[in-house]
C-alpha cells in the first residue's frame, strides 16, 4: 500500500469507530459522534500537513 492518505483515512476510521463505542451508548449518537470524529481527523491532518510542507526534511 503507497497510499498515506489511504492509511490515515483506515486508521481515523477505525480510531473514530473504538472511541463512538466507548463514549456513547446508543446507536445513533456513536454514529454521528463517531463521523464527526472521523471527519475532524481527516481535516486536522490535512491542514496539518500543508502546514508542513514549506520544511524540509534535510
Do not use: E, N
Not at 492509511?7 to 477505525?14: D, E
Request: no cysteine.
Amino acid at each position: 500500500m503507497q497510499s498515506h492518505l489511504l492509511l490515515m483515512a483506515i486508521f481515523a476510521f477505525f480510531v473514530s469507530l473504538v472511541f463512538a463505542v466507548i463514549a456513547k451508548d446508543t446507536l445513533r449518537d456513536q454514529l454521528r459522534f463517531g463521523a464527526l470524529m472521523f471527519g475532524g481527523f481527516l481535516a486536522s491532518a490535512i491542514v496539518l500537513g500543508w502546514l508542513m510542507y514549506p520544511f524540509p526534511l534535510s
